[in-house]
């Protein structure tokens, strides 16, 4: 049917030209905007010197055409013609052209710039414009569209540009034939916002540099083009706003671009110069080197996507992904890109979890970082390699997460980052980052700035300027990690609040081992700083309560423990041995409270230049008192300290290993799991020397009684909130305890509508209804199984997309929550046809033995099945029918009587209706005389049309005679 009408498009396309031609061989001329008049006319391009061209408005179009005598009234068949023009554009837009409708085309100018500042031709607002055979030199933009719609650019060629042609928010542009080259950024370009338009056979030269960008601007047609360059780049943040209606036979270098669109399921291989996906599911591109173009793979919201083995190798972007679901990218080699190795980016319309997987590749001497990962989260960074990438920048991260969350780096290697920047870095929250090796570099191992609420663990980092830096970043876990050789082993600054540091070896750097400056309620626990050439611990500028416990700091080259400007904190049960200092107290440094640590043969044990720091109960390896009265392993005699404090340990220790009273939880609190909803309720178990004092650091959601019971004050949202419980008996003994109470919602919603196990529609009719689901966490969304033939909203209302073939349809309909707990529902949906046929009922008739009668039926459904007719209850006729059309039952009797036709039309599903007429034949007359009637029939003829006449109007009769005759056959 379609080459059917193709066909006689055509046809009528080939009489209208025939037409044409032979009523006026001036408009044709014309009409096809002058191209043989005009070719034949042409003269050396920029014949003519003329300043630059400058139209606001029909009126001033039409007044400036009259002034300067160009060709043309205007209109369709009839534009203005600007031809043969040379415009120096070095003061202003060579052609600018605004606000105007009329038809004109701008035809052999040549329009050159030579500061590259203003275009050579601009249309802002203009419909109905030809641009073609220009030539185009040395502006900043050769042509340039913007919000102008219904336009053509074609035959022209344009150099020396930074772009050469650009068209912006404009529609139904059509770009065919043109030859762009040396441009210094794109050669053409279609963006934000431009629909329908076509390019076409157009030749992109300029190498070095992307030669056509598609931004944003769906329905395109794109096919034939050349590109001998960076080749495409297809970009866009919205679904919608991505893809084209044709993609055919574009290249990069005479190599072809890969481009699926819509596709499901595949596996792609072979010889290509770019991979681009649009909305594509379950593809798998494998096995492909692609080399020296923009960017060698692009994403577009593409689901349970594989890119297997490709090698992206001097790309300036590798591999972009931009929305979609479980993208995963594997054993890949990505080398030598001129910006990013790959990157992950943020779509407007997608507000799940990306949950992509970038797994085994190799991401290696990149201009700038090996990825960029952002959008809405989950993506997984597993097992690869990144090396030597930041080459022609310093502080540019190889590993780089932003603006997103739940973000998992883990069992990476990675080396060789540039001065200033991290191997990994991360300011996602919710993330973990484990297992890594970050080495060598001038930088930093990992980094992390506003990732709350993450995880930092067994990860290497040796030799670099910081091992690992913590910023701005509260609620996080970094432990059990390994951070020798570096400038600064750990670092945790800025408003970093409630984070754990535990278990991590910072050793044999060459400044600290491990600092701590600004925030509060950080808790620094059994790390091992030693070695360093500068300070074990370093604290500085800390207010409120910050712990430092159960840490080691020894052989540091000056203090095991340094506090400067530093208030409320709680420094206890550390060791600092052979130390230049063992602890140190530098000015503006206030109550603190110095307890139970091992000062052991350090040349300055102790130096406090504070004020009212609290100082008890340590043991100081140059005490010189004795323990007589009584013998309680404490000394008689206060400890001086050193410093301008003049302060003193009141009871010293006699020895290392003496063990004081202590608290301790009879059951260590543990990870916490509640549903949703509930109430929280812990009972701390202690046993303590009583008075024991206990506080928690989050007075906010919960609350701790006398008795040591921990609740929460306000109801608590799914997520993970980190407690802390401190408390001090009457021997200063501190008992910490950390975790997290978690919050989960694992409780499915429950229905409050849903359909019945069996419903029914009618056919052609429409099926609607509408689900409720409740859950104390909302309903995220409504799914069900069957998208072909339904569309479910996000309010649950499940509607037809189209009209239903008869028959059964099993459907499950599911209701889930924000954190994909769901209910479901299944039920039959059945449309049937319970509507009998439509029949027009026919009257009963009186006759003569003389006449007869015809009797005619017109039944209508959109099932017809078969019909019975009975004359006088005896099967008649029988047959199939079709809908609206006729049927009949013809009827003459010699023998008067009553008869009866009944005829029963049945449908498909076996719907009938019935309908009856009696037919009554009375006696006729006779007519016993045969009367001859001789009917003349009397013919017109008119006289031959003459020869003359009908090849002077041009054939048309005979044209069209010959049309409607091939019509006929086609047909």
């Given at each position: 049917?379609?080459?059917?009408?193709?066909?006689?498009?055509?046809l009528?396309?080939?009489?209208?030209?025939l037409?044409?031609?032979?009523?006026s061989?001036t408009?044709?001329?014309?009409?096809?905007?002058?191209?043989?008049?005009?070719?034949?006319?042409k003269?050396?391009?920029?014949?003519?010197?003329h300043?630059?061209?400058?139209?606001?408005?029909?009126?001033?179009?039409?007044?400036?055409?009259?002034?300067?005598?160009?060709?043309?009234?205007?209109?369709?068949?009839?534009?203005?013609l600007?031809?043969?023009?040379?415009?120096?554009?070095?003061?202003?837009n060579g052609?600018?052209?605004?606000?105007?409708?009329?038809?004109f085309?701008i035809?052999?100018c040549?329009?050159?710039?030579?500061?590259?500042?203003?275009?050579?031709?601009?249309?802002d607002?203009?419909?109905?414009?030809?641009?073609?055979?220009?030539?185009?030199?040395d502006?900043?933009?050769?042509?340039?569209?913007?919000?102008?719609?219904?336009n053509?650019?074609?035959?022209?060629?344009?150099?020396?540009?930074?772009?050469?042609?650009?068209?912006?928010r404009?529609?139904?542009?059509?770009?065919?034939?043109?030859?762009?080259?040396?441009s210094?950024?794109y050669?053409l370009?279609?963006?934000?916002?431009?629909?329908?338009?076509i390019i076409?056979?157009?030749?992109?030269?300029?190498?070095?540099?992307?030669?056509?960008?598609?931004?944003?601007?769906?329905?395109?047609?794109?096919?034939?083009n050349?590109?001998?360059?960076?080749?495409?780049?297809?970009?866009?943040?919205?679904?919608?706003?991505?893809?084209?209606v044709?993609?055919?036979d574009?290249?990069?270098?005479?190599?072809?671009?890969l481009?699926?669109?819509?596709?499901?399921?595949?596996?792609?291989?072979?010889?290509?110069?770019?991979?681009?996906?649009?909305?594509?599911?379950?593809?798998?591109v494998?096995?492909?080197?692609l080399?020296?173009t923009?960017k060698?793979?692009?994403?577009l919201f593409?689901?349970?996507?594989?890119?297997?083995?490709?090698?992206?190798?001097?790309?300036?972007?590798?591999?972009?992904?931009i929305?979609?679901?479980h993208?995963?990218?594997?054993?890949?080699?990505?080398?030598?890109?001129?910006?990013?190795?790959?990157g992950?980016?943020?779509?407007?319309?997608?507000?799940q979890?990306?949950?992509?997987?970038?797994?085994?590749?190799?991401?290696?001497?990149?201009?700038?970082r090996?990825?960029?990962?952002?959008?809405e989260?989950g993506?997984t960074?597993?097992n690869?390699?990144?090396?030597?990438?930041?080459?022609?920048?310093?502080?540019i991260d190889?590993?780089?997460?932003?603006n997103?969350?739940?973000?998992?780096?883990?069992?990476?290697t990675?080396?060789?980052?540039?001065?200033?920047?991290a191997?990994?870095?991360?300011?996602?929250?919710?993330?973990v980052?484990?297992?890594?090796?970050?080495?060598?570099?001038?930088?930093h191992?990992?980094?992390?700035d506003g990732?709350?609420?993450?995880v930092?663990?067994d990860?290497?980092?040796?030799?670099?300027?910081?091992?690992?830096?913590?910023?701005?970043?509260?609620?996080t876990?970094i432990?059990?990690n390994?951070?020798?050789?570096?400038?600064?082993?750990?670092?945790?600054?800025?408003?970093?609040?409630?984070n754990?540091?535990?278990?991590?070896?910072?050793?044999?750097g060459?400044?600290?081992?491990?600092?701590?400056?600004g925030?509060?309620?950080?808790?620094?626990?059994?790390?091992?700083?030693?070695n360093?050439?500068?300070s074990?611990?370093?604290?500085?500028n800390?207010?409120?309560?910050?712990?430092?416990?159960?840490?080691?700091?020894?052989?540091?080259?000056?203090?095991?423990?340094?506090?400067y400007r530093?208030?409320?904190?709680?420094?206890?049960?550390?060791?600092?041995?052979?130390?230049h200092?063992?602890i140190?107290?530098?000015?503006n440094?206030?109550?603190?409270?110095?307890?139970?640590?091992?000062?052991l043969?350090?040349?300055v044990?102790g130096?406090?230049?504070?004020?009212?720091?609290?100082?008890?109960?340590?043991?100081?390896?140059?005490?010189?008192g004795?323990?007589?009265t009584p013998?309680?392993?404490?000394?008689?005699?206060?400890?001086?300290?050193?410093?301008?404090?003049?302060?003193?340990?009141p009871y010293?220790?006699?020895?290392?290993?003496f063990?004081?009273?202590?608290?301790?939880?009879?059951?260590?609190?543990?990870?916490?799991?509640?549903?949703?909803?509930?109430?929280?309720?812990?009972?701390l178990?202690?046993?303590?020397?009583?008075?024991?004092?206990?506080w928690?650091?989050?007075t906010?959601?919960?609350s701790i009684?006398s008795?040591?019971?921990?609740?929460n004050?306000?109801?608590?949202?799914?997520?993970?909130?980190?407690?802390?419980v401190?408390?001090?008996?009457?021997y200063?003994?501190?008992?910490?305890?950390q975790f997290?109470?978690?919050?989960t919602?694992?409780t499915?919603?429950?229905w409050?509508?849903?359909?019945?196990?069996?419903?029914?529609?009618?056919?052609?009719?429409?099926?609607?209804f509408?689900?409720?689901?409740?859950?104390?966490s909302g309903?995220a969304?409504?799914?069900?199984?069957?998208?072909?033939?339904?569309?479910?909203?996000?309010?649950?209302?499940i509607?037809?997309?189209?009209d239903?073939?008869l028959?059964n349809?099993?459907?499950e309909?599911?209701?889930?929550?924000?954190?994909?707990?769901?209910?479901?529902?299944?039920f039959?949906?059945?449309?049937?046809?319970?509507?009998?046929p439509?029949i027009?009922?026919?009257s009963?008739?009186?006759?003569?033995?003389?006449d007869?009668?015809?009797?005619?039926?017109?039944?209508?459904?959109?099932?017809?099945?078969k019909y019975?007719?009975?004359?006088?209850g005896?099967?008649?006729?029988t047959?199939?029918?079709t809908?609206?059309?006729?049927?009949?039952?013809?009827?003459?009797?010699?023998?008067?009587g009553?008869?009866?036709?009944t005829?029963?039309v049945?449908?498909?599903?076996?719907?009938t209706?019935?309908?009856?007429?009696?037919?009554t034949?009375?006696?006729?007359?006779?007519?016993?005389?045969?009367?001859?009637?001789?009917?003349t029939t009397?013919?017109?003829t008119?006289?031959?049309p003459?020869?003359t006449?009908?090849?002077?109007?041009?054939g048309?009769?005979?044209?069209?005679?010959?049309?409607?005759?091939?019509?006929?056959k086609?047909?």
């Amino acid at each position: 049917m379609l080459q059917k009408r193709r066909e006689i498009k055509n046809l009528l396309l080939f009489i209208t030209l025939l037409l044409l031609f032979f009523s006026s061989q001036t408009f044709i001329s014309f009409n096809s905007m002058g191209q043989q008049s005009m070719r034949e006319s042409k003269t050396l391009a920029g014949d003519i010197v003329h300043s630059v061209i400058v139209i606001n408005g029909d009126a001033a179009f039409d007044s400036q055409a009259a002034s300067e005598s160009w060709p043309g009234t205007g209109i369709l068949g009839d534009p203005y013609l600007i031809e043969n023009y040379l415009i120096d554009a070095s003061a202003g837009n060579g052609i600018d052209i605004s606000n105007t409708g009329v038809h004109f085309v701008i035809y052999n100018c040549t329009i050159f710039g030579v500061t590259s500042t203003y275009r050579g031709i601009r249309l802002d607002n203009v419909s109905n414009a030809t641009i073609t055979e220009n030539e185009l030199i040395d502006n900043v933009i050769g042509i340039h569209l913007y919000n102008s719609d219904s336009n053509m650019i074609e035959d022209n060629e344009i150099s020396h540009c930074k772009k050469g042609i650009v068209v912006d928010r404009s529609d139904y542009v059509t770009i065919h034939n043109n030859t762009c080259s040396d441009s210094t950024d794109y050669d053409l370009e279609v963006g934000s916002y431009c629909y329908e338009n076509i390019i076409t056979n157009n030749t992109c030269m300029t190498s070095g540099e992307p030669n056509i960008r598609i931004d944003e601007s769906p329905n395109a047609t794109l096919s034939y083009n050349r590109m001998h360059g960076l080749g495409l780049v297809v970009e866009g943040n919205i679904k919608l706003m991505v893809g084209f209606v044709e993609f055919t036979d574009n290249t990069v270098n005479d190599t072809p671009i890969l481009y699926l669109q819509d596709e499901i399921g595949g596996d792609y291989t072979g010889d290509y110069a770019q991979v681009i996906l649009a909305h594509c599911d379950n593809v798998l591109v494998r096995d492909m080197i692609l080399t020296d173009t923009q960017k060698g793979v692009i994403i577009l919201f593409c689901n349970n996507t594989v890119i297997k083995n490709v090698s992206c190798i001097g790309c300036y972007y590798g591999i972009q992904i931009i929305g979609g679901h479980h993208v995963t990218v594997t054993d890949c080699n990505v080398s030598y890109s001129g910006y990013t190795g790959l990157g992950i980016g943020w779509a407007y319309d997608d507000e799940q979890f990306y949950n992509h997987l970038i797994t085994n590749s190799t991401f290696s001497y990149s201009g700038e970082r090996a990825m960029i990962i952002g959008g809405e989260g989950g993506t997984t960074i597993f097992n690869n390699t990144c090396h030597d990438n930041s080459q022609r920048a310093t502080g540019i991260d190889q590993i780089f997460v932003m603006n997103t969350q739940n973000i998992t780096i883990a069992n990476n290697t990675c080396w060789a980052a540039s001065a200033g920047s991290a191997n990994i870095f991360c300011a996602a929250s919710d993330s973990v980052i484990a297992n890594n090796t970050c080495i060598d570099s001038n930088g930093h191992g990992i980094e992390l700035d506003g990732a709350d609420r993450s995880v930092v663990i067994d990860n290497y980092c040796r030799n670099n300027s910081w091992g690992i830096k913590i910023t701005d970043t509260s609620s996080t876990y970094i432990a059990n990690n390994f951070c020798n050789e570096n400038g600064v082993g750990i670092y945790c600054g800025g408003l970093s609040y409630y984070n754990t540091i535990a278990f991590n070896n910072c050793s044999d750097g060459g400044w600290l081992g491990l600092g701590l400056s600004g925030g509060a309620n950080n808790l620094v626990w059994k790390n091992m700083c030693m070695n360093n050439t500068g300070s074990g611990i370093y604290l500085n500028n800390l207010d409120y309560i910050n712990t430092i416990a159960n840490n080691t700091c020894t052989d540091n080259t000056d203090e095991g423990i340094y506090v400067y400007r530093a208030e409320w904190g709680i420094i206890a049960n550390n060791t600092c041995a052979d130390n230049h200092d063992g602890i140190v107290l530098d000015v503006n440094s206030y109550n603190n409270s110095i307890y139970w640590n091992v000062f052991l043969d350090n040349t300055v044990n102790g130096f406090d230049d504070g004020e009212d720091n609290y100082i008890t109960n340590n043991y100081w390896s140059d005490y010189g008192g004795v323990d007589t009265t009584p013998a309680d392993g404490i000394g008689d005699t206060p400890h001086p300290i050193s410093g301008a404090a003049g302060n003193e340990d009141p009871y010293p220790w006699m020895s290392p290993s003496f063990t004081p009273l202590l608290s301790s939880c009879v059951t260590t609190p543990t990870d916490q799991y509640i549903e949703f909803g509930d109430s929280f309720y812990l009972d701390l178990d202690t046993t303590t020397p009583e008075p024991l004092v206990m506080w928690i650091d989050d007075t906010v959601r919960f609350s701790i009684d006398s008795n040591w019971v921990i609740t929460n004050t306000t109801p608590l949202d799914v997520g993970i909130y980190g407690l802390r419980v401190t408390g001090r008996n009457i021997y200063g003994h501190h008992l910490v305890a950390q975790f997290d109470v978690i919050v989960t919602d694992t409780t499915a919603p429950e229905w409050v509508l849903v359909p019945s196990s069996s419903m029914q529609v009618e056919y052609t009719g429409t099926f609607s209804f509408t689900l409720e689901a409740t859950d104390l966490s909302g309903i995220a969304y409504y799914s069900i199984n069957d998208y072909w033939n339904f569309s479910i909203g996000i309010d649950g209302l499940i509607n037809q997309i189209e009209d239903l073939p008869l028959g059964n349809y099993s459907l499950e309909v599911r209701a889930y929550d924000p954190y994909d707990n769901f209910v479901s529902q299944a039920f039959i949906l059945s449309v049937v046809d319970t509507t009998p046929p439509n029949i027009n009922l026919q009257s009963d008739f009186t006759i003569t033995t003389d006449d007869g009668i015809s009797i005619q039926w017109n039944p209508t459904d959109d099932n017809p099945g078969k019909y019975d007719i009975f004359r006088d209850g005896a099967l008649f006729r029988t047959g199939s029918w079709t809908s609206g059309a006729g049927i009949y039952v013809s009827h003459h009797e010699d023998t008067p009587g009553v008869y009866n036709f009944t005829i029963v039309v049945y449908d498909l599903d076996g719907n009938t209706v019935t309908d009856t007429v009696i037919v009554t034949v009375v006696a006729g007359e006779t007519d016993t005389t045969t009367t001859t009637t001789t009917t003349t029939t009397t013919t017109t003829t008119s006289p031959p049309p003459d020869i003359t006449l009908f090849l002077a109007i041009g054939g048309i009769g005979l044209v069209v005679v010959i049309v409607i005759v091939v019509l006929k056959k086609r047909s």
